[in-house]
């Protein structure tokens, strides 16, 4: 468990972790192989979710900020609560996106399947920025390369949002995607810019799209 998950970044204060696909943030059940488990066992504390501050979905690899002490883990909830944080994915979607945009919709908890969410006029507000970076075309389909600017933190934020667009992401059955191959959601959080809770300088952390959807877009044309 410990090779899967790479230290990007580590002081006395906090970690900045990618967490591998197929790896849950944080103990839900009976799963022991969770990124909380990982930093309980390499680098215990005693804060709620060994100070996990934001959670990534299980299917989606990337940056994860972890807190080592109190005073770090209420700075950085604090700010996630003010929106001072920025959060950047890259995503494969199905489909051809011709421009640059942004998507205002409330999400909530969806009436027509088991742990998914969809857009809803009664859910809470989710704004999601994006990017056309590249375009791809295979087997006569064509799909877009977005950088996405997360803009609050709703559950499958990106995959809902994108999924109502008619661009659902590559690998992304529970919204609609086709799997191509793929055995989870082309989704990588590739950017993390936070303060310094002791400085409040800014830091930004990167991380390369994972491997396995690298090699997996490799099978693509880009056009």
């Avoid at 899967?4 to 970690?15: E, G, N, R």
């Avoid at 799963?31 to 501050?53: A, Q």
């Avoid at 998914?116 to 990017?131: I, N, P, Q, Y």
Wanted: proline letters at 3%; glycine letters at 6%.
């Amino acid at each position: 468990m410990e090779e899967k998950v790479k230290i990007v970044f580590k002081d006395d204060d906090f970690l900045v972790v990618e967490k591998p696909a197929g790896m849950v943030t944080t103990k839900e059940g009976k799963d022991n192989n969770t990124l909380e488990d990982f930093l309980k066992n390499v680098y215990p504390n005693d804060l709620p979710r060994n100070g996990i501050i934001h959670r990534l979905d299980k299917g989606t690899s990337g940056l994860v900020l972890t807190a080592r002490n109190e005073k770090t883990f209420i700075n950085f909830k604090k700010q996630f609560k003010d929106r001072t944080v920025k959060k950047k994915y890259f995503c494969l979607v199905c489909g051809e996106a011709v421009f640059d945009g942004s998507i205002d919709w409330p999400i909530s908890r969806s009436k027509y399947g088991f742990g998914k969410f969809g857009v809803s006029v009664d859910g809470k507000r989710a704004l999601t920025e994006f990017k056309l970076i590249k375009k791809y075309i295979r087997n006569n389909k064509k799909y877009s390369l977005l950088e996405v600017n997360l803009k609050t933190g709703r559950t499958h934020q990106i995959r809902v949002h994108l999924s109502h667009l008619r661009w659902p992401l590559v690998g992304d059955k529970l919204y609609g995607g086709e799997s191509n191959e793929l055995n989870r959601p082309f989704l990588h959080a590739s950017y993390l810019e936070i303060n310094d809770p002791i400085t409040n300088e800014k830091l930004v952390f990167k991380s390369d799209i994972a491997t396995d959807l690298k090699d997996h877009l490799k099978l693509y044309e880009e056009i």
